[in-house]
């Protein structure tokens, strides 16, 4: 495997390594040793077995055989947010596919980063509003 950043973002501190993954909860990661933290992004490196039942089973988001059941930007629909990516084998390359992958979910996150920037916008603009019409001075 090659280092495109990874082990430098780690040294740096903007990339936190924490403890294995026991389950998702109220929107928080709750881990083995039974901290709960609530990260940009999680990132599961199970290795060459996919070991996904335990931690995303419950979701219903694989197929009889614990292989996810979208990959890529598509997310499941009982699970919008949560991405998988190399759990495919193409004829083309399981790395190339990867590589793919990893564009299109970056993408959909900028998108959906963007997404959620407009409503926050909207919601502040609107308590503004409020807060404008009852003569209180708007939070700045």
């Given amino acids: 495997m090659q280092d495109v950043g990874l082990i430098d973002a780690v040294r740096k501190g903007r990339v936190e390594v924490v ?6 909860e109220d929107g928080k990661v709750v881990l083995a040793g039974g901290d709960r933290i609530g990260p940009d992004a999680v990132v599961a490196a199970t290795g060459y077995v996919r070991s ?11 197929d009889a055989r614990g292989k996810p059941v979208v ?3 598509d997310t499941p629909k009982d699970a919008p947010g949560l991405y998988f990516t190399g759990f495919t084998n193409p004829i083309s390359g399981m790395f190339r596919e990867m ?15 963007r997404k959620e920037a407009r409503r926050a916008a909207k919601r502040e ?7 404008a019409r009852k003569g209180v001075p708007a939070a700045s």
């Fill in 19 to 24: 403890t294995a993954v026991e389950s998702f």
């Fill in 52 to 62: 996904l039942e335990r931690l995303v089973g419950h979701l219903g988001v694989l």
């Fill in 71 to 73: 990959h890529g930007a």
């Fill in 99 to 113: 590589a793919i992958d990893a564009e299109k979910i970056a993408k959909a996150l900028a998108k959906e980063t």
């Fill in 125 to 131: 603009a609107k308590e503004a509003s409020k807060s």
